[in-house]
């Protein structure tokens, strides 16, 4: 593969196309492969917007290029897509008919509609197939994309899956219940239910990530109220304003003010920026108000997957997946994630069991967005 750098440019009728960051040409040329059809694959999400068009070959998508964008230096999706397709017609001789959405944010299936959770404009299917070539338009949420996308992941390749515990009883009939948990702008859920007649796992959406964080202690109590305080709220805090990117501004806002850590030169560069969280995730090795905030932010999280996997037994495998955890796999390696996430009442056998894997393809959810255009329109 390679990639292709672009620059932006205006329409003079006021509607401007943004050009995308990055091309990932996977395929140079039109393929000889015997493709029964294509699809767009879309991975909307509040930092970035990635688009591909996908051959078809056997109900499997094989990604031919993709598209990256920034979420908001766009004001819809739809220059976007007229990119993307304009350019599987020009360099590929591809026009394509079917599309699947993934969307970081609330869809309205009836409406085809989805309102962005972490961005300031919407996804209307019906201004797409209005303006474009696309006459078959699915919108899920992203976490169901990426939800599909598990089932292309290959666990014997090292670049696309980490295994932080293994599977235990493989050889057991049957296939059982997954989910899959990530944080990054926003925090994501999906419970994964096997389909016998499509023989893949389909995931069923949620917006779980806005459940109720519950504080165990004094100490987390006061962490609540702080941030509630801090963002205005007297409703319940959501796990979302703790294990998300912005999640992480947030404790490091309580930890500076309420712990006696020294401040340091690099409190001193997270202090002056505007952008936190990149900054926290660097430092978490050199800063002890860094390091604390991923010591919480371990447990948090551990006790978020632990009642997400007890809710829905989900036996056959947690799945955490997005840039985060990508970027600071070490935190979900730690003694204190497991010791957590294994610390249950009743029922800690079952969460002693569950296979835990850390999804490093960037990728999981454009695919997966492809998959589901094909198993929604039966491609």
Not at 82 to 91: F, I, S, T
């Amino acid at each position: 593969m390679f990639y292709i750098k672009f620059d932006v440019y205006y329409l003079k009728d006021k509607k401007y196309i943004m050009i995308p960051e990055n091309i990932t040409i996977f395929e140079k040329e039109k393929s000889h492969r015997a493709y029964s059809t294509y699809v767009v694959g879309g991975d909307v999400g509040g930092t970035n917007t990635n688009l591909c068009v996908a051959g078809v070959t056997n109900t499997f998508p094989t990604i031919i290029f993709s598209m990256r964008f920034t979420t908001n230096q766009l004001d819809s999706l739809l220059p976007a897509i007229k990119e993307v397709l304009r350019y599987a017609e020009q360099q590929y001789a591809i026009l394509v008919k079917d599309a699947c959405i993934g969307v970081a944010g609330i869809v309205n299936n009836k409406q085809g509609y989805a309102h962005l959770t972490n961005a300031s404009w919407d996804v209307n299917a019906q201004e797409l197939r209005d303006n474009t070539s696309l006459q078959h338009i699915v919108i899920i949420n992203d976490f169901q994309a990426a939800g599909f996308g598990i089932n292309l992941i290959d666990k014997n390749r090292g670049n696309t899956i980490l295994v932080l515990r293994e599977e235990q009883f493989s050889h057991e009939p049957g296939h059982k219940t997954k989910v899959i948990l990530g944080p990054g702008t926003g925090l994501g859920k999906s419970i994964l239910v096997y389909d016998p007649e499509a023989q893949i796992y389909v995931p069923i959406p949620s917006e779980g990530g806005h459940s109720d964080f519950p504080p165990y202690d004094e100490d987390e109590l006061s962490m609540v109220n702080s941030i509630k305080e801090q963002l205005g709220i007297k409703t319940p805090l959501s796990y979302e304003e703790l294990l998300s990117g912005r999640g992480l501004a947030h404790l490091y806002s309580f930890i500076r003010e309420h712990r006696a850590f020294p401040a340091t030169e690099y409190t001193d560069k997270v202090d002056g920026s505007n952008d936190k969280a990149p900054l926290i995730s660097e430092y978490r090795t050199k800063d002890q108000t860094c390091n604390e905030i991923f010591r919480r932010y371990a447990c948090y999280f551990a006790r978020c997957a632990k009642n997400f996997v007890l809710d829905t037994l989900a036996t056959g495998g947690l799945y955490i997946y997005g840039g985060i955890a990508v970027k600071n796999r070490e935190v979900f390696q730690s003694a204190g994630f497991f010791a957590e996430f294994e610390r249950a009442f009743r029922q800690k056998e079952v969460l002693q069991h569950v296979p835990i894997y850390l999804v490093l393809n960037y990728d999981i959810g454009l695919k997966g967005a492809c998959l589901a255009a094909i198993y929604y329109f039966k491609l």
